[in-house]
Each structure stands twice: as structure tokens, then as C-alpha cells.
């Protein structure tokens, strides 16, 4: 029943409320819009966090990577910087059902104007699943919430990285997820604002394709050394999800 009074004060029209049971949390998800995918919870597992850190979601979207990394690790505090609207106000009440507040706070701002409002170089970790294609790569609807998602319509990747460098301390981790077709773009990036890609993963939909997501860590002022770590396949020939994946999901 109590649950059933919460879906009626705080969903709006076309919302559902998902159970995201590996992670324990409820995640408010307008499927007309823009779902969380597999992406953005590999990217949460891929993090590596001590106790009592700060971190910063730049893109948070519904506030997915927030909401499994204060489940995960004992944060001091994660914000979320969401720029459209509608989109932010979901990803505060998603913050509101799991009761989380005290330790997840939503910004609906420009993330370019993120030092207006939170203080630079004093946050342990940056974190984003930004949006991964160019401007008019493929654009049909340049005014739509998913066109936004998807398109660096708000964001483009330098402002992502850019942006990065100024909330991290020194020594700080950036940890982001991407398209491997933009790898290039990627390091000359992180290289131009300090920020040493440290540690990479790609992940295969299944074995014998070419990666489709890959996974980047990088820290600010380190040193040059790149770690490519074990390459990770979603599917099994069956369809059916690989070990590895089971054990993410906590299956």
C-alpha cells in the first residue's frame, strides 16, 4: 500500500518507477524519453571509490550512476549536474524515493556552469556517461529530451573533459564511459587538460564482435602509463548473459 501512495505522489504522466533489484534502489524511468542502459551500470562497477569521497556525475541523466554508486561505496556526497529540466526533476524524486538526500544532491544547471555552484579542484572522482555522438551525427530531432541524451546537443565532449579537470584535486580520478569509434577524440582530450588515461576496458557484445562501449579511467597530473584490461563480452552465443555479466547483476 505504501508503496502504491508513492508511485501516485510522485510519478508523472508516462513515468514508471523500476526496480533495480542488484542494487537495491527505484529508479523513476520515462521509457518515451530515455532509459538507463547496461552502459551505466558497468560504468558504476568500473569505479573505484575509498570511503568518505566526493564525487560529481557530470550528465546524470535520471540519476542512475549516483544512486548505484552511494549503494556500492561510502561516499560523502555525489552530484548529479543534469541540464534539462524535466530530466533533473526525475532524477531528484528518484533521489527522494531511495531516501538518499542526505548523500546525493541533484544540480539542474549547464554542467559548463558547475563552478558557479560547487568549489574546483576539490572532488575525488568525476564521473559521466556523456552523450556519445557529435552534434548531427545521425540527428533526426534536435529538440527532443532523447536527441539530448544521445547527441552532444548541450555538451560536447572537450566541455565534458574540460569541466572534469576543474572539479578534480590533484591526483583525482575521471572515470567515463564511451563509444570506442571516439577513442581518438578521447585521449587527445584528456591529454590536453591533464587528465592521463590510466586504465581502459572495451566491451564486446559477444565473442568475435567488435567492442560497442568502452570504459575509461583517468587521473589528474598522472603519469603516463596506460593498463588495457581484460576485455569483457555481454552475450554468449545463446543470447543468454555471460558469467561475467551474471556476477555484475548480482545473478
Not at 532509459?35 to 569521497?53: E, M, P, Q, R
Not at 549547464?110 to 568549489?119: F, G, K, P, R, W
Not at 564511459?177 to 578521447?186: M, N
Request: net charge positive.
Amino acid at each position: 500500500m505504501i508503496g502504491c501512495v508513492m508511485q501516485k505522489i510522485l510519478l508523472k504522466e508516462n513515468e514508471r518507477i523500476e526496480e533495480v533489484q542488484f542494487a537495491g534502489i527505484r529508479l523513476i524511468q520515462n521509457p518515451q524519453w530515455f532509459c538507463y542502459g547496461i552502459d551505466a551500470v558497468l560504468l558504476s562497477k568500473f569505479c573505484k571509490a575509498k570511503n568518505g569521497w566526493r564525487a560529481v556525475d557530470l550528465g546524470t541523466g535520471t540519476g542512475i550512476i549516483p544512486l548505484l554508486l552511494c549503494r556500492a561505496s561510502n561516499f560523502n556526497e555525489i552530484i548529479g549536474i543534469e541540464i534539462q529540466d524535466e530530466v533533473a526533476d526525475m532524477a531528484y524524486r528518484s533521489v527522494k524515493l531511495n531516501n538518499l538526500e542526505h548523500k546525493v544532491k541533484i544540480l539542474n544547471t549547464d554542467l559548463n556552469n558547475a563552478c558557479d555552484y560547487i568549489e574546483m579542484n576539490s572532488f575525488d572522482m568525476v564521473i559521466s556517461n556523456p552523450p556519445y555522438m557529435s552534434k548531427n551525427e545521425g540527428l533526426k530531432n534536435k529538440e527532443s529530451i532523447k536527441a539530448c541524451s544521445r547527441h552532444e546537443m548541450k555538451a560536447s565532449l572537450e566541455e565534458v573533459i574540460a569541466v572534469a579537470y576543474k572539479l578534480l584535486k590533484p591526483q583525482g580520478h575521471f572515470y567515463m564511459v564511451h563509444r570506442p569509434h571516439r577513442l581518438a577524440d578521447i585521449f587527445c582530450t584528456c591529454r590536453e587538460y591533464r587528465l592521463e588515461p590510466k586504465k581502459i576496458q572495451f566491451v564486446h557484445p559477444k565473442m568475435g564482435k567488435r567492442p560497442n562501449i568502452l570504459l575509461l579511467h583517468c587521473t589528474k597530473y598522472g603519469k603516463k602509463e596506460l593498463k588495457f584490461m581484460d576485455p569483457l563480452y555481454v552475450y554468449n552465443e545463446d543470447g543468454t548473459y555471460t558469467e561475467e555479466i551474471l556476477e555484475i547483476y548480482g545473478k
